[in-house]
């Protein structure tokens, strides 16, 4: 495509898009490319192919289900990324496909958080994540299930490519209509999402259901998830499982954060095979928030504790019968 030809004119060919692109393909290679350990955590409605054969993958059908309505809530929930920081720190980067959202961070030692006991905070609030949302997909007649999983990422390729990289222009006599086509996106290829192994293992782990003992409403996850987490949390918090279906998170000898598991999985694909503990319950404690807080995770319990209805007297907060 090209506007007024002239001796001033851009050439796609020489835009800082297509040098950031042939950088990433002369580091790809000589193999010079960096990975990065990092966490994933994939949350993910169950119900919804059904749900769109009933619909005969009609989207204004499948809307009036309240499905559509309920993609809405779990992104407004689930979609905001949990930790941002200035860089070099890690921040969360978030990106949903259809009834999934993924969520991932990069690890980059003990260092790299100005308070490991963020590292806690950011564990519990993506466990409640799954808590406060596994309820409200019930009720609205679906499942929901995660799995947080760890691994490595590698960037290979540019994160986007605009119409810059498709049009001769002269930048001195541009039209409106020019400056959107430039401003356009025409691909998304999010850094941290180009190749990342804890993505692969939670979609993996979370897609072969429950023939290979993921069950719906559940929330799981993989051993990798937490070796990953040691490096970050370096010698600053101790990850200790205490033999009694118990993964506890030590600073000192101050107990912080535990979770709790009811079975262990040897999960093994054709492709994966690695151990995922299927959770039932997680507890904040004192030291870290100043009071213990418990948190079940059996589907059952969180309707229970969802479904009551509680009022605000002299007496303190008390449930209504």
């Known amino acids: 495509m090209s506007e007024n030809k002239n001796e001033e004119m851009k050439e796609p060919h020489l835009t800082e898009e297509q040098w950031e692109m042939q950088k990433f393909r002369i580091f790809a290679q000589k193999k010079n490319l960096k990975s990065v350990d990092s966490l994933c955590f994939w949350y993910d409605i169950t119900g919804f192919g059904k749900a769109l054969s009933d619909c005969n993958w009609n989207l204004e059908k499948l809307q009036e289900t309240g499905l559509i309505n309920l993609l809405s809530s779990v992104y407004i929930s689930a979609g ?34 100005y308070d490991p006991k963020l590292w806690m905070y950011y564990l519990r609030d993506n466990l409640c994540v799954h808590y406060f949302l596994v309820g409200q997909a019930r009720s609205a007649g679906f499942g929901f299930r995660s799995v947080f999983a760890g691994g ?51 979609f993996i782990i979370e897609s072969k ?4 003992g993921i069950s719906k409403d559940r929330i799981y996850i993989e051993e990798r998830f937490f070796e990953i987490l040691k490096t970050a949390l370096g010698n600053y918090i101790k990850i200790v499982d205490n033999g009694e279906n118990k993964i506890e998170f030590f600073s000192k000898d101050s107990l912080l ?35 213990t807080t418990e948190f079940p995770l059996l589907p059952e319990l969180i309707d229970q504790i969802q479904n009551k209805r509680w009022a605000i007297t002299k007496e303190g907060v008390r449930e209504i019968e």
Request: net charge negative; proline share 6%.
């Open 257 to 291: 954060f535990d979770i709790s598991y009811d079975k262990g999985i040897d999960f093994k694909s054709e492709n994966l095979a690695c151990k995922v503990f299927q959770l039932s319950a997680f507890a904040v404690h004192n030291a870290l928030e100043g009071e």
């Open 80 to 113: 905001s990324p949990k930790i941002v920081q200035f860089p070099p720190n890690p921040s969360e980067h978030v990106l949903a496909l259809n009834d999934g959202i993924a969520k991932t961070i990069d690890v980059l030692g003990a260092d790299s958080m």
């Open 152 to 202: 490595e990422r590698i960037q290979y390729a540019p994160v986007k490519i605009t119409g810059q990289s498709f049009l001769h222009y002269n930048p001195e006599c541009i039209t409106e209509k020019t400056k959107d086509f430039l401003k356009q996106e025409f691909v998304y290829y999010p850094a941290e999402f180009q190749m990342n192994t804890a993505f692969s293992r939670a």
């Open 209 to 212: 259901g429950s023939h290979f």
